[in-house]
């Protein structure tokens, strides 16, 4: 399932990319690279999901400062 993560954060730095979103783009092929490296690690199943329950975590914890702090 990471991989298709990877696959799909690839398309959005593609497309961030095209549309001269620099920063963003940077942002989305950062999270594709470590994707697809944790696609091929075959780990257990649990430790994928709390893999991406921390990522979870993390990204809501950083647009929730962007949007408060950055934004406001």
């Given amino acids: 399932m990471f991989r298709v993560l990877g696959f799909w954060t690839a398309m959005i730095a593609i497309m961030a990319f095209l549309g ?18 944790l696609g091929y690690l075959n780990l257990s199943e649990r430790v994928y999901m709390y893999l991406f329950g921390a990522y979870l975590t993390l990204f809501m914890a950083g647009f929730t ?7 406001a």
């Fill in 20 to 37: 001269d979103l620099d920063n963003m783009a940077m942002l989305f092929l950062a999270q594709t690279i470590v994707f697809i490296a």
């Fill in 65 to 71: 400062y962007w949007t408060v702090f950055v934004m």
